[in-house]
């Protein structure tokens, strides 16, 4: 009886994830994927055809705009995190810096799972930053050299389950996005950390992979 039972769980399971794999195909040959351009994010930024279009599926999820698309405007400084667990709801934090060095943060979470399917917006938030603050964050930026860091880590070891910390910046036309597997510890953590910190969004401890 125990044997059926797990079978029939199995069973239930992968149609599941045939009913989600079908549904993500579908989608994939419907939309247009801008958020990462796929010619230069593969042939320039190295990433694979399948990350691209997982990204750009959960950002639009999101409902977050492109930053690359905004390279050609010379004035725009933002910095996002995006958050992508493989059980957990995805998250991004973006930061648009403003002239006078205040901040304003877009904070937005979905009822999904980063690693399987994207749910629907559950909060958009917005939160206005003073000077030290959004200057704390740019310190912190430049004391861990974020504009040198590779995009991909060559060690990065991806595992079954886990998350994806990607961190994206563009300051007056110069872009750059790192990508890193369940880091824990280094720039990329320490980046995330502070974003997710001045977004004042309740993580668990346990909950941060």
Not at 97 to 114: A, C, H, P, Q
Not at 185 to 191: Q, S
Request: charged share 25%.
């Amino acid at each position: 009886m125990l044997l059926i039972a797990l079978m029939l769980s199995c069973a239930s399971r992968q149609g599941k994830y045939v009913d989600y794999y079908s549904e993500m195909f579908k989608y994939y040959n419907n939309r247009a994927f801008d958020h990462f351009p796929e010619d230069i994010f593969i042939q320039e930024y190295g990433f694979s055809l399948l990350q691209i279009r997982w990204y750009s599926h959960l950002m639009n999820a999101l409902e977050e705009p492109s930053i690359y698309q905004q390279k050609n405007n010379d004035i725009c400084k933002v910095f996002r995190f995006t958050w992508l667990r493989s059980f957990h709801k995805p998250i991004a934090v973006r930061l648009v810096v403003n002239n006078d060095s205040t901040g304003v943060m877009y904070i937005k979470k979905s009822d999904g799972r980063g690693g399987y399917s994207s749910g629907e917006l559950i909060i958009n938030n917005i939160k206005e930053l003073v000077e030290v603050k959004t200057l704390n964050f740019l310190y912190l930026l430049e004391n861990r050299h974020f504009w040198e860091l590779p995009i991909h880590d060559p060690e990065d070891l991806l595992g079954r389950d886990g998350a994806q910390w990607i961190v994206e910046g563009l300051w007056e036309g110069k872009y750059h996005i790192v990508d890193r597997w369940s880091p824990i510890d280094g720039p990329v953590r320490d980046l995330g950390l502070y974003l997710l910190f001045l977004s004042e969004l309740d993580i668990y401890e346990g909950d941060i992979y």
